[in-house]
Each structure stands twice: as C-alpha cells, then as structure tokens.
C-alpha cells in the first residue's frame, strides 16, 4: 500500500528516444510534483499540478511534458532524450498547496546513452 | 534574490553526539521543509515549519523567522541517521514553489 509510487524505477534508453515516468498517489491527495535531482544530488521542481490543473511549470525544455489524467496521477512525457536528461526523478504529492508536508516517491534513475 | 543555504556541506559525527545542521535564507519565507534522504536514495519528510519548533522522536526543528535561519538537532545520534539533510523554503514572493538546498550529508560512525 504504497502512498507514491513511480514506475519505472530504473529506465535506461538511447538518445533521441522518447519515454515517460508514470506516478500515482493513493493519498487522496490533491496537490502533485516532478522534481529532478542532477548528479550533484541537487533537487529542483519541474512541475506542480494541483487537482488536474498545472500551477508551476519551472525553466524546462519543451520536451519535458506532464499529464494529469485525474489528481491521483501525474505522468511525465519527455521526448528526444538527451544526455543531460539523465538523472533521478521524484514524484511527490501534498495534501494541498498550503504549508503541506510532501510524500516523496521512490524516484526513477533515468540514464540516457 | 531567492536563495537556500546549508551548512555544513558535510559532516561526519560518533554515535550518541548531539548533531546540528544549519539552514539559511535570503528574504521572507511562508514555509520551511526538512527532509531526509537516505543512502538508497529515498526521500523522506521529516517537518514542515512556519515558526517556533517541532520534535518528532530525537529530531527537533526550530526557526527563527527573524535572523532567517533554521536548525535541524539530531540527539543521540545513531549510525542509522547517515543520510542526507535537505532544507527547502517556500518564498512569499514565490507562490507555491519550495527552493531546495543543496543538502547535508552526514555520516555518523558507531
């Protein structure tokens, strides 16, 4: 009874290919994020949807796109991989977008060959 | 300018030390988050603060909205507690967003 899960939780690809990372909170949660953590263990927000709506979208690559088919779920989409797309991605939601302690997920490590 | 500093960067402690990791910010926050992740690359939430102080087992964290800093204690510290320490803020100028610190890595030995 995971509270966030991500899948996959390793993907290996080539250049140029596209793939996309797939979260889903049971939480009930109405409040979903990416974030990127660079080889430097820095963690940086990409995106935040709150009930299916985007509210943050952070200085990043139109390759890079998220989907929220309902408020349980927000998938990432990133198309033409490049080399420095490879680093670990967290998934996390929050009860609201108030002062709201974040669920993390797992994280999945993306390396781009 | 929005900006999130930790200190130190690295700190290596025995087992039973009290433990404390330092978290400073440049301009008004509405929010302040510790997490923990651990060497698996888990991450876990361990406060979220806008004042005062909160303790959860031998963690405590305080804040001083007026000197913008906030310390995180770790008492009794045990091998268990190597991981990295994050701070992130919630600006008030920022909206819903939370700035990452680039975290504190803290090896205890037994």
């Known amino acids: 009874d995971t509270a966030v899960s991500q899948t996959p939780k390793y993907l290996v690809t080539q250049m140029g290919n596209d793939k996309s990372i797939k979260c889903e909170q049971n939480l009930g949660h109405d409040t979903m994020y990416w974030y990127k953590q660079d080889s430097k263990k820095f963690l940086k927000i990409m995106f935040s949807?709150?009930?299916?709506?985007?509210?943050i979208n952070e200085t990043v690559p139109n390759r890079f796109s998220p989907k929220s088919p309902d408020k349980a779920h927000l998938n990432l989409h990133i198309n033409s991989l490049e080399l420095g797309d490879s680093a670990v991605y967290f998934c996390?939601?929050?009860?609201?977008?108030?002062?709201?302690?974040?669920?993390f997920g797992a994280g999945t490590r993306l390396s781009v060959l | 300018k929005n900006e999130v500093e930790q200190s130190p960067q690295n700190l290596t402690a025995q087992e039973g030390e009290f433990i404390t990791i330092n978290c400073s910010y440049s301009v008004g926050i509405s929010a302040l988050h510790w997490l923990q992740q651990h060497p698996g690359g888990g991450i876990v939430s361990l406060f979220m603060?806008?004042?005062g102080k909160k303790k959860h087992g031998r963690l405590i964290a305080t804040i001083n909205i007026q000197e913008k800093h906030s310390s995180l204690h770790i008492t009794a510290s045990h091998p268990r507690d190597s991981a990295v320490y994050i701070c992130a803020v919630r600006f008030v100028n920022t909206g819903n967003q939370f700035y990452f610190g680039t975290g504190t890595s803290l090896t205890v030995i037994p």
């Open positions: 996390a939601s929050s009860p609201g977008q108030g002062v709201n302690i974040q669920y």
């Open positions: 603060l806008s004042s």
């Open positions: 949807y709150n009930n299916k709506e985007l509210i």
